[in-house]
Nanobody, 127 residues
Framework: QVRLVESGGGSVQAGGSLRLSCAAS????????MAWFRQAPGKEREGVAG????????NYADSAKGRFTISQDNAKNTVYLQMNNLKAEDTNMYYC????????????????????WGQGTQVTVSS
């Protein structure tokens, strides 16, 4: 059974930091693609950051560059999202996603290419 379990969300003031974690199980972690998406009510799901679990190569949305860092611990099958200098507009539900196999192109722009999703963790940033 595939499970993606997110943790680390919460409420912070603008300028603060949070670290999200996503523990994966039930599938082969290495050699695939893990990513963080976020979605506000009534809006489309937005890719934030992704990582090739085989090479460790990261990819970021423009909104995340310079503030967010995606990393992984292959021994724990866990991906992290360090979020610094948080802004009110970062307030969202954040979801961990796993994409199996290769995808040609920017996978952050293609949420439909992901096979598994976590239940989400809420991040609230107050200004």
């Amino acid at each position: 059974q595939v499970r993606l379990v997110e943790s680390g969300g919460g409420s912070v003031q603008a300028g603060g930091s949070l670290r999200l974690s996503c523990a994966a199980s039930g599938f082969t972690y290495s050699g695939n693609y893990m990513a963080w998406f976020r979605q506000a009510p009534g809006k489309e799901r937005e890719g934030v950051a992704g990582i090739d679990t085989g090479t460790g190569s990261p990819n970021y949305a423009d909104s995340a560059k310079g503030r967010f860092t995606i990393s992984q611990d292959n021994a724990k099958n866990t991906v992290y999202l360090q979020m610094n200098n948080l802004k009110a507009e970062d307030t969202n539900m954040y979801y961990c996603a796993a994409g199996i196999g290769h995808y040609p192109g920017n996978r952050l722009s293609a949420p439909g290419s992901f096979h598994y999703w976590g239940q989400g963790t809420q991040v609230t940033v107050s200004s």
